[in-house]
């Protein structure tokens, strides 16, 4: 039995008791003054009869008073207690909790009136749930990090984005300061808190290799709304624009300067000589057939990079892709004096693009080409792997040191600047291999080590799942690509 049915079964039982007992006075009462007056014109013994008979039935009425007394205060007290119950599950957040009505008396209407209640209370606080919830999910899903601080600096609440960024979990009730200690964010928060304006900040310390905006906010209840935008990428994109348009401009200005001068030249001399004015015009006709070079190769690179892009992929044999790029390369490096020769491939169907293969492997071949000269050969080969055919252009020139390796597919990024120049490369070759094979789903890379020549390779995925019947054979006995 809960405590306060402890004390409530005494008091209401007092009450009902304490009434009984006046009703028996006010009886005494009435027989002492109606009664007695007229018993004793009747005779003295039919006045003690009756109060003979009213004593008697008084105690009867107070026994019977006495049980009936604790019977009501026992019903009052239990359903009481089923109240108190109630109250109780209510508060400690059962909400589900509903009372059971008895009868149709006053307490019964007011356990119909508290389960109604409760009901309501139930219904609001499942909506305020709901939408906490869909609050979280929405704050979850967001690029950026959020949190919420006090006015004293403690976390009101944050976002799972924050979590990974500060890289352990952040809990609600601990100052911010626990979980990120970078000075910009924690100097915008306060500036916001202090001025009730809000403050815009940037930091490259919160996390390593990641920029990120500030943007603290006022909240109107004290305190402040934090959100950290990740501009990383944006950055990273803006440097690469700027420093494709500084290449370009300096690619373009290189020849421009040449081709200005020589022209020059030739326009103030009055009578220039044959000779000379041919040899000038042959290098004009160089320097504005690698400007052309450049202008055909940043849209190719701008064509490959655009998410428009779209390959003509088909089934095709491995060993006819080398075969075809040896027969169609083989005329550029006929003046160098350089073999362009096959270390075999396999049969094997590969899913490819065959005109987009021809660049690939133009590519790779030429700029093999400007660094194959100490080594007078270029070997064209392909081998098969577990689900790809990986194909392989060799030389065996000066290599590339270790250090370049991993920039060497970057756009105007050149090994041997003054080499490249004067061979007439543009810098954009190995990028466009390596657009062109990502977008094969393929993989590309280099391996070199100096004095040993370098390799590129780079892979194709095999088109394991086609079955086609084997090719007719091309009029010079290699197998036909298949179409």
């Known amino acids: 039995m809960p405590d306060g049915s402890v004390e409530l079964t005494p008091r209401v039982f007092s009450k009902l008791l304490g009434l009984f ?12 003054l109606v009664l007695r ?3 004793q014109r009747s005779g003295g013994d039919t006045f003690h009869r009756m109060a003979f008979v009213a ?26 207690d089923r109240v108190v119950a109630f109250a109780r599950r209510i508060a400690e957040g059962d909400l589900g909790a509903r009372l059971a009505v008895h009868g149709e008396d006053e307490l019964a209407a007011m356990e119909a009136a508290l389960n109604q209640t409760a009901a309501r209370v139930g219904q609001s606080f499942a909506e305020i749930e709901s939408r906490r919830e869909e609050l979280a999910t929405m704050l979850d899903s967001m690029q950026e990090a959020v949190v919420a601080v006090t006015p004293e600096g403690v976390v009101r609440w944050s976002n799972a984005v924050l979590n990974r960024i500060a890289g352990t979990q952040i809990h609600p009730g601990r100052q911010l300061v626990h979980f990120v200690r970078d000075p910009d964010v924690l100097a915008c928060v306060r500036a916001a808190i202090d001025d009730h304006e809000v403050h815009f900040g940037r930091t490259n310390s919160l996390a390593p290799g990641r920029i990120f905006e500030i943007n603290a906010a006022p909240l109107p209840s004290g305190g402040a709304l934090v959100v950290l935008h990740d501009v990383t990428r944006i950055e990273a994109a803006e440097k690469s624009r700027r420093e494709f348009i500084a290449n370009v401009s300096h690619e373009l200005r290189t020849p421009l300067t040449s081709i200005q001068g ?17 040899e000038f015009l042959g290098i004009i006709l160089k320097n504005a057939t690698r400007m052309n070079r450049l202008t055909e190769d940043l849209l190719t690179l701008a064509s490959v990079e655009s998410p428009d892009y779209r390959l003509a992929l088909q089934p095709t044999r491995a060993s006819a892709l080398v075969q075809d790029a040896i027969e169609s390369l083989g005329g550029i490096v006929v003046d160098s004096e350089v073999v ?17 293969m021809n660049q690939v492997f133009g590519n790779l071949i030429e700029n093999s080409l400007k660094y194959a000269n100490s080594g007078k050969r270029i070997r064209a080969g392909a081998r098969r792997l577990e689900s790809e055919v990986q194909f392989t252009i060799q030389d065996f020139g000066p290599g590339i040191a270790s250090e370049h390796l991993k920039r060497i597919f970057e756009r105007f990024y050149r090994v041997d600047k003054a080499r490249s120049r004067e061979s007439g490369g543009t810098g954009l070759g190995l990028a466009i291999v390596k657009h062109i094979v990502l977008a094969h789903g393929g993989r590309v890379w280099a391996e070199s ?24 054979a091309n009029h010079n006995g290699s197998p036909a690509v298949l179409k």
């Open 340 to 356: 362009l020769e096959s270390s075999g491939a396999p049969d094997e169907l590969v899913m490819a693009d065959p005109d987009a």
């Open 55 to 80: 004593l008697w039935s008084s105690l009867i009425a107070l026994v019977l008073a006495i049980a009936v007394a604790a019977w009501a205060a026992r019903r009052v007290t239990v359903r009481t």
């Open 449 to 472: 080590e100096l004095g040993s020549g370098a390799q590129f390779h780079f892979t194709l995925p095999l088109a394991a799942n086609v079955a086609f019947a084997a090719p007719p």
């Open 37 to 39: 007056p007229l018993a």
């Open 21 to 32: 007992v006046l009703l028996l006075v006010f009886q005494a009462a009435v027989m002492e």
């Open 262 to 278: 020589y022209v020059e030249t030739l326009v103030e001399e009055p009578l220039p000589n044959a000779a000379t004015t041919r």
